[in-house]
């Protein structure tokens, strides 16, 4: 029970509570034992980048035994997940291979996905982007005046574009988000204070 | 037009077109280049992973600073999740994560976040624009408080809140409209003047 | 009204097609518009102007493959200025994909003689987020025992004129988000609270309105986002690159979305117009007599949540 539950809480405690005190205070030991949890944390977090590999593979190895090796999906993925790691470990991720997979296979295809939204935002912007009330019409109109004021083209048709979109970013826009942000962080504290003080132990792994 | 010979670019070039395929429709095309695109990303993620574990851990140990086993086998311990018997022990590691990561944010969260914040909006009150900014931030947080039942006037002091909070984003949207498209372009330039060669 | 209420039921693959014609074209035959300077840009550009020449900058490449177009022109327009000042560079990735992105950017530095492991290092990636970069801030050598390259950190020149953040006249983060890696709002914190140490950032377009408050507040001493800064950039050092040359495509898919939103917008005033009759209106009146079919009445229909007069 006590290394199950009360163990997880006061590692989160001692962790949490070192590094607080050592940033407000100038206590030259705590400084140091908090620079040593903080060295152990990145240490133990590159263990973590393991894990979603892990899960990936555990997932479509499954898929390829139960399809008895018709998954050319899955097949294709561990492929190239193997491939990737041979190349990355025995050729070096300085070599002209792994730049190969990485200029040729990762970088394209991850902002294609990526600019997918732009597509997306395109039809978005005819179907459902409507001027249906206040709310909506403030957020149409900015959003519209900052595509403008954003491009040469913009400004070249609606010159005025260009200062009201600095406007609109320098003072409209730090306003509204200014107020998200304080909020945000006074819920961000809370959550973080529960987690230190062991009120949120489901945040890892606890009941 | 001068179609690129090297094998790379073409490769390139049908892997962003296939993505580029289900705006038509879902495809097997489309499918096996996501999966790809999933299997070199998460080999990537290995290779540096092993990279990081490296400099970070295994050298300054292999050097002398031998205390680093501690946080080695504390790391490992978070592959235990996938052993029913012992999966409890990943808390541990979790909770040193998860510990550390809240005293380090929070830590810092209160002078950039909120003090720095609600400081910066109370300066040069002699302009009109920092007025604006003074109580759009007001007006937006008061549509925050949550802990009591809206009265007549912090109703219209949440509603001129919610107003300032559309004209932030309705930025944000502008703003994201450019990063997406930039991002298309990128690939339509990769694709008609590095492949194509148009 | 018949055309209005075709075009709101249009395919969406037609908006794909004018979308990608939008991009497409430009792209081929471009049109060279001029690129003016924006404030945010020019600020930045100026900040950096003032570093002391031959002063160390900590660069951040936070971002993964799919903002690669974004940000990679901003860290390459950054060091051909940071060059003209032979200002030193280190950088360091958050994300997996970032130490190859910054060997990638730092290549432009050799045409400026610079030399590695004097002039700059890569690197490369930790792991942790927001702890580590606060090791990091504390004590580099503490964190990285070996660079991108296999170099011993230590025995690097560079690195011997660094001992914690503070030796940094600038710090700087190519960031596209917190996911995975380390946010602006975690370098706001490690760099500029913590250490004192002036930080820029360069990011999305996405992010670009939710950080302008650090701007403001002057937690952040600039602000680059995406291609368009990136092209803005290029015009201040005098270097064209990628960002100059999509401004074109920028302009007219920037067009054609406000052209989509005012369109649509237009149809549903036009499509909605005619279902207010008269005697609707008189038919919805509370204390009214008159019959009215419900379901053949568009006012008595439900009004959907964020509709009229909410």
Known sequence: MFAKKTLPTIIAFVCGV??????????????????????WQSVIAVFALGLGAVNIIRIHVNNVQRSQNRNLYSLALLLTFAITILVGVFAGQNSDAYKFIFDYINVPTGSAIFSLLAFYIGTAAYR????????????????????LGRVPLGAKILPVSVPLTNWIMSVLNVGGQRGVMIAGAIGFIAVSLRIIVGLERRSYGGE | MKISTEIGVWIGALSAIGIYSVLIKDNPFYRMVEHIFVGASAGIAVVVGLNTFNNTAWSPMVQGKYSLIIPMLTGLLLYTRYFQKFSWLNRIPLSFLMGTGAGVAMRGAVESQIVGQISATMVNLNKLDSWIVFLGTGFSLSYFFLTYKTGKVTGYTSRIGRYFMMAAFGAAFGNTVMGRVSAAIGRFQFILLKWLGL | MDIFEKLQNLDKRVFYILMALAIAIPTINPIGLPIDITKPVKDTFDFVQSLPDGSQVLIGFDYEPGDEIDLSPI??????????????????????????????????LEEYGYKYGEDYVNLGHYAGG????????????????????????????????????????????????????????????????????????????????SNQT??????????????????????????????TVGMDAQSIAHILIVAFVVLG?????????????PASISASKPGSNSPSKPGSDPSSKPVTPGGEGK
């Open chain 3, 75 to 108: 860290a390459e327009a950054i060091f051909h200025q940071l060059a003209s000042k032979s200002i030193k560079i280190v950088a360091l990735a958050s994300y997996p994909a970032g130490p190859t992105f910054a060997e990638e950017c730092l290549e432009v």
């Open chain 3, 214 to 243: 650090y701007v403001q507040s002057g937690q952040c001493k600039g602000i680059l986002a995406g291609l368009r800064a990136a092209a803005e950039y290029e015009k201040l050092t005098g270097k064209k690159g990628t960002g």
């Open chain 3, 130 to 209: 927001e702890p580590t970069l606060a090791a990091f801030a504390n004590d580099p050598l503490s964190i990285f025992a070996r660079d991108w390259r296999g170099n011993d950190v230590s025995s690097l020149a560079i690195m011997k004129q660094v001992s914690s953040m503070k030796d940094f006249s600038m710090a700087m983060t190519l960031n596209d988000g917190p996911t995975g890696g380390t946010g602006t709002h975690e370098w706001v914190r490690q760099a500029v609270m913590a250490h004192g140490t002036p930080l820029i950032m360069g990011v999305t377009g996405v992010m670009a309105a």
């Open chain 1, 18 to 39: 070192t590094v607080v005190i050592a940033y407000f205070f100038n206590i030259p030991f705590i400084q140091a034992r908090a620079q040593d949890i903080l060295k």
């Open chain 1, 128 to 147: 459902a982007f409507r001027a249906k009330n206040a709310e909506a019409a403030i957020l149409l109109l900015t959003g519209c005046i900052v595509m």
């Open chain 3, 265 to 277: 917008n237009i149809g549903m005033f036009v499509v909605r117009r005619p279902r207010v009759q």
